[in-house]
C-alpha cells in the first residue's frame, strides 16, 4: 500500500512539473528532490522502487545511518545536503553528500574547501540565500550574495552551481523566488533551488531548476525521536 500511494504521488509531481514548465515553454530539467528527512524505511525505498534517485536529508548523522546499504543497491543514487551543516561535521558531509546547498558563510567555506581538497571530491555548492532577512535563519543577505559567491569561487576554489533559498513561511513566495533568480542571474549561476510542496509549481515559473518535495511524496514527517 505504501509503495502503490508514493509511486502514485510521485507520478502526479513529475507531471505537474512537466505541464508547469510546457505552460511557460520551458525545455530546461527540473530536478526533483525528494525531502526524506524523518521519514521512515520503507518510505524511502518504496520511492526508490518507483525510480526516485535523488533525495534531500537535513542532518549528516541521519543520511549516514541509512544511506550507505542503498548506496550499493542505488549507484546512482544522489544525496543533496539541505538542512544546516556545522563545519565540525564538513568532513563527513563532503563523504556523503554529492551537493551541498546549505553554504551560508565563511568559516563553512573554508571548512568545506579543506575537505573537498583532502578528499579530492569536489562538490557543486549551491550558496542559501536568506531572502527574507529573518533572524532566525541561515543565510547569507541579498545584498552580500554576489560579493560572497566571488569569494567562494576565487578564494576557496569552490564549485558554485547556484543559489537556494526558503522563503519566509508568512509570506507570500513569488518575491522572494523573483529575487532569488534575479540574484542567481547576477552570479551568472544556473541553479535555482526554490521550491517546496506547497509552492513548487510557482517557483518553476520563476525559474526553478530543482524542487524540494517532501510531505506531497511522503505524507507528513514522523516526531523526532
Known amino acids: 500500500m505504501i509503495t502503490t500511494t508514493i509511486s502514485q504521488s510521485l507520478s502526479v509531481i513529475i507531471d505537474s512539473i512537466n505541464k508547469a514548465k510546457n505552460r511557460i515553454g520551458r525545455d530546461e530539467p527540473v530536478t526533483l528532490v ?8 520503507e518510505r524511502i525505498d518504496a520511492a526508490l522502487d ?15 545511518s541509512r544511506s550507505a546499504h542503498r548506496r550499493a543497491s542505488y549507484p546512482d543514487l544522489t544525496l543533496h545536503l539541505i538542512g544546516p551543516l556545522q563545519t565540525n561535521k564538513a568532513a563527513e558531509a563532503v563523504a556523503l553528500f554529492d551537493v551541498i546547498e546549505v553554504l551560508d558563510r ?3 567555506a573554508a571548512a568545506l574547501a579543506k575537505e573537498m ?10 550558496v542559501q540565500v536568506n531572502t527574507g532577512e529573518e533572524e532566525q535563519k541561515s543565510g ?3 545584498q552580500d550574495t554576489k560579493t ?3 569569494h567562494c569561487q576565487s578564494h576557496h576554489g569552490l564549485n558554485i552551481t547556484g543559489l537556494m533559498c526558503i522563503p519566509p513561511a508568512d509570506e507570500e513566495p ?10 542567481a542571474a547576477e552570479c551568472g549561476l544556473p541553479v535555482l533551488s526554490m521550491g517546496m510542496s506547497g509552492d513548487y509549481l510557482e517557483a518553476i ?9 517532501g510531505s506531497a511524496i511522503f505524507g507528513a514527517r514522523l516526531p523526532r525521536q
Open 34 to 41: 525528494a525531502v526524506s528527512k524523518q521519514q521512515p524505511d
Open 50 to 64: 518507483a525510480g526516485q534517485r535523488v533525495f534531500g536529508e537535513n542532518r549528516v548523522q541521519e543520511a549516514m
Open 106 to 108: 565563511e568559516k563553512l
Open 117 to 126: 581538497a583532502k578528499q579530492d571530491r569536489h562538490l557543486p555548492c549551491l
Open 140 to 142: 547569507i543577505r541579498p
Open 148 to 150: 560572497f559567491v566571488h
Open 174 to 183: 513569488a518575491m522572494h523566488f523573483a529575487l532569488l533568480a534575479k540574484l
Open 205 to 213: 515559473t520563476f525559474g526553478a531548476t530543482s524542487v524540494r518535495v
